[in-house]
């Protein structure tokens, strides 16, 4: 699913990955290593004592790897569903409700979300100060979920040595700060990668 972390994690870049980063955002993460990224922002999130979900179609969330990164399994919402509108549909509640500052849509396997929900989501990111992210499969090259993305970012995981991989956020739109900044962060693999 994702790497482990280091004990000493080395940064570099300009750029920030943490809940304040995409508060109020409908966000979109493609790439290898979106799920690392994405774990690490549901941990913040639960640092900083917001509820959080992740919204799932057929995803390789693994929960061990989730609670070794730091995740409160037992107050995390996991909701399954069949497709990108179910996901998008599921989204839309449990933002509207005030209740959660970050949703996570792992759209990893079909990332067909409708205009009009994005919309939606958007608006009620915004209104509830909550982070709307959503995980996909495209290529740099390919298209945005939308133009209503607020930041949208490339990840990508590469061996830096034996058992550390540095995972590096490229963004390729970023409405609040532009695209002149990364970041980059070392991880351990999981036991299986090292």
Excluded: I
């Excluded at 607020?150 to 700060?177: I, N, Y």
């Amino acid at each position: 699913m994702r790497c482990g972390t280091l004990g000493v994690v080395s940064l570099s870049g300009t750029g920030t990955w943490n809940l304040e980063e995409v508060r109020g955002r409908l966000v979109q993460l493609a790439g290898h290593a979106v799920m690392t990224l994405a774990v690490e922002l549901v941990a913040d999130a639960q640092r900083s004592g917001e509820p959080v979900a992740w919204v799932s179609v057929g995803s390789e969330f693994y929960p061990p790897d989730a609670a070794a990164w730091g995740v409160d399994l037992s107050s995390l919402v996991v909701v399954r569903v069949q497709d990108a509108l179910a996901a998008a549909r599921a989204a839309d509640r449990l933002v509207r409700s005030g209740g959660f500052g970050l949703v996570v849509l792992d759209l990893t396997t079909d990332g067909d979300v409708p205009l009009a929900v994005q919309s939606r989501l958007v608006g009620l990111a915004q209104r509830h100060e909550a982070a709307v992210v959503c995980l996909t499969s495209a290529p740099p090259t390919g298209p945005s979920l939308s133009p209503l993305v607020s930041l949208r970012a490339h990840v990508h995981r590469e061996r830096t040595s034996p058992g550390v991989f540095t995972c590096t956020l490229q963004p390729l739109r970023d409405k609040r700060r532009g695209t002149g900044w990364v970041f980059r962060k070392s991880y351990g693999g999981p036991a299986g990668l090292r």
